[in-house]
């Protein structure tokens, strides 16, 4: 007997039989959606199109214009990718995933390529996208699953498996061929039609797709100052045989962990000691130093840092803070939802900030504002200030980097500096660990440390704060002299330690759920770091606590 069920799809109240499926359901809203329709949401839970309807919880599509959509898009690309190497290259043709780069992935391959081959690649994931494949949900044994990859050869999931406690895996099959990834899959490749890749050297290329922010996919446009740092991270790491996290792991089982974390923090520390370097050997004197990066990236352990090692030089750091220029809040402009922007570059007194500091360089005295960020007004400094001839201006704040500010000022005497964690070590080869997860963890355990937020509210803020990162921030960084990488290799595993418990109050009906477990099985495959080997002048301090630097 065939049982119906009420509930609410995209607002509107349906009568279905139980038992359809999500897809069904699904091709009657795609008009609605510029997209393929990617994943469903029942209540606030997401589950794959494949599922059937078994509750009357309401349903709501999402195509990849939706964060979590666009996540499932992207890994589902990477399998067809990796599918159609071994079809076109061969069977241990090898497709290995390494970081983020200009709103794509930089991608390399253990065969040597060129133009040609990129576009055949290119062209054979189009074919079987058109054939509209099947993405098969397979439950097997694990030691099934380390045996599948032994046989072919991927020790890096071979690895990751070890370290499991899970009787069975789910894994995801295309054609003849199965994979282990991190997060839901679409039901077929019918739908993966939306992506370019750029051929950029003899082993790797970029691949492209829309995001959550640009619609469209956006031409490539190389940046090779960021491109060289991760290079530089990446080399150290294979150098130290930590090219993924079961290699890290291995570290922490064998009493290594300690020796890491040493190394690593003398690595960064020494990165930015030639960073301080470069300023006072410049030619021209350096007066200013401009810094920008996104949230989290350890802005504040940094200007600490260098202020030190450039009074090792001999230079005196004076640090202005460009949020002293803010505009009283009732003259500040608004967004598109009527709410006030605060990052926008017209919520900052430009005029009178580059007027000050003009005045600055030029040997005068000037009051300099503070904020009141309680009554939201800009008050005036009671103490004069003064740059001597051995001082140099510290400043640091979002538009840092923006060519409108200090425009007056000759650009020799300024040096850019554009900070970031750029996070380079993935889980397997197919799973990487962006960047931005890597600052919304330090950012959580942050802002629960040092404002008692739950995460649930640093979630709520996250995406405001990663649109103003878009906006402001990202477009700008390549006018930096120098880019400085604020990650380190170990530091998820202490993070672990200090999160997990965070993420796992959150409870089930909350619309934050979703997204907390998605971070918890993240961190399931790093063991934990115990924190007492970090030195108090680390970065990671600034984060987890007990830092020297106030």
Known sequence: MIENVKLKIMGEVRTVAKGVTLLDIAKDYQEQFKYPIILAKAGNRYREL???????????FVDLKERRGNLVYVNALIFLMS????????????????YSIDKGIYIETNFELDEKKCASLKEKMMEIAEKDIAITKCRVNRSEAIEYFEAKKDISKVELLKYSVNSYITLYKMGGMYDYFFSMMPPSTGDLKYFDLHFLNNRGFVLLFPTIYIDGIKEYEHHPKLFDVFKEYQKWADIMKIGNVPALNKIVTSGRADDIIRIDEMLQSNRLLNIARDIVTKKEKVRIILIAGPSSSGKTTSCRKLSMYLRSFGLEPKEISMDDYFIDKDKT??????????????ALDVKRFDSDVKKLLEGHK????????????????TEETSLGENEVLIIEGIHALNEQILTSIDRNKKFKIYLSPLTILNIDIHNRISSTDNRLLRRIVRDNRTRGHKVEDTLKIWRKVRLGEEKHIFPNQDAAD????????????????YVEPLLYSVQTDSPYYEEARRLINMLKNFLPIPSEAVPDDSLLREFIGGSCFK
Do not use: H, M, W
Not at 87 to 92: A, E, H, M, S, Y
Not at 366 to 380: D, M
């Open 50 to 60: 494949t599922d059937q309807i078994i509750s009357n919880d309401d349903i709501t």
């Open 83 to 98: 599918y159609s190497a071994c079809v076109l290259f061969g069977k241990d043709a090898r497709v290995i995933v390494k």
């Open 333 to 346: 402009p608004k967004d598109e939802n009527g709410e006030y922007d605060f990052e926008c570059l017209e």
């Open 366 to 381: 000037v009051k300099l504002p503070r904020y009141n960020f309680l009554k939201g007004r800009s008050e005036e400094g």
């Open 482 to 497: 120098a880019t400085f990488n604020t990650a380190l290799i170990y530091e998820l595993g202490i993070l672990k330690t």
